[in-house]
């Protein structure tokens, strides 16, 4: 689809899920702002999926390129404002797309990092004390302080659920948080594997998949093992598009308000994005096909 076609089919997505979610105003005093909320959350969704990140660059897109469609777009502090607030808007859409189209019994689960600076910088970093912890990337080989997402995918590659810890918490501490709505096959590495953890999942109706360790004696047919493990591989594809193409490792927010606001509707923004590629027919991790120019 045109860039076109991409904007107004998110703001049709939006403007019939936020008729449902929001039944009465969501502001009881002052004016009420130029821009509806649906074309604010549109600009910040496609915006994220342009790979703009920050409100700045995008409320620059829109305000040199797309002025005819969003005549009212003011100030960029009023767009800003206005975004952020909408952060529980945005939860509650993205939950009721994982309703409509995130059923399934084969999921898959993982971590990956979350730097809010280098381990060099974290003594005299000032925000987030209280929050961050210290961890280890494995895949630079360094230490870093800051927090660590947690993700669930369907087989599919949608998100179903996904949080934000600080780095030293144990990832096997958070996965039940994010794992309550489904049932099924669960797929995830080894750091996963804890005997409490598996005999929680089995009373959930989940069946807990990981490869062992080179001390455990595994009985598992090779063949099925090996067939889950590729599988598991889209979670590593959803964890690089979320880095590469949403940048949602990069830290712009100095709170823990406006970072889980930035996370949700870099979440938010994955989804529609797989969305449509399913409406289209399009294989649903292959964003790079959906805007065709």
């Known amino acids: 689809m045109s860039i076109h076609e991409f904007i107004i089919s998110i703001y049709l997505i939006l403007e019939e899920l936020y008729s449902i979610i929001v039944t009465q105003p969501l502001r009881s005093r002052g004016f009420a702002p130029a821009l509806s909320d649906v074309e604010i959350i549109t600009m910040q969704i496609v915006g994220e999926f342009l790979e703009l990140d920050s409100d700045k660059n ?67 970093h000032k925000n987030f004390k209280g929050y961050a912890g210290f961890s280890y990337c494995a895949a630079k080989q360094e230490k870093y302080y800051g927090f660590k997402g947690h993700l669930v995918i369907n087989f599919s590659g949608m998100i179903t659920g996904c949080t934000f810890a600080p780095a030293n918490c144990d990832e096997r501490d958070v996965a039940p948080e994010i794992t309550q709505n489904i049932h099924g096959l669960l797929g995830a590495d080894k750091g996963y594997i804890r005997p409490e953890l598996k005999e929680y999942y089995w009373y959930q109706r989940i069946d807990l998949q990981t490869p062992h360790r080179r001390n455990m004696v595994d009985l598992r047919p090779k063949e099925a093992l090996r067939i889950l493990m590729n599988a598991r591989r889209k979670i590593e594809t959803v964890i690089s598009q979320l880095t590469e193409r949403f940048k949602i490792q990069r830290i712009r927010a100095r709170d823990m308000w406006h970072l889980s606001h930035r996370i949700i509707r870099k979440v938010l923004s994955h989804t529609i994005s797989v969305v449509l590629n399913i409406q289209l027919g399009i294989p649903p991790l292959q964003l790079e096909f959906l805007i065709q120019s």
């Open 58 to 124: 995008i409320w620059k897109y829109f305000k040199h390129n797309w002025l005819e469609w969003f005549p009212k777009l003011g100030s960029y502090p009023n767009f800003c404002k206005h975004g952020a607030n909408l952060w529980h808007v945005n939860q509650q859409i993205t939950s009721k797309l994982r309703q409509r189209f995130g059923s399934d019994n084969i999921h898959f689960l993982d971590g990956f990092p979350l730097p809010v600076c280098r381990y060099a910088r974290a003594k005299k």
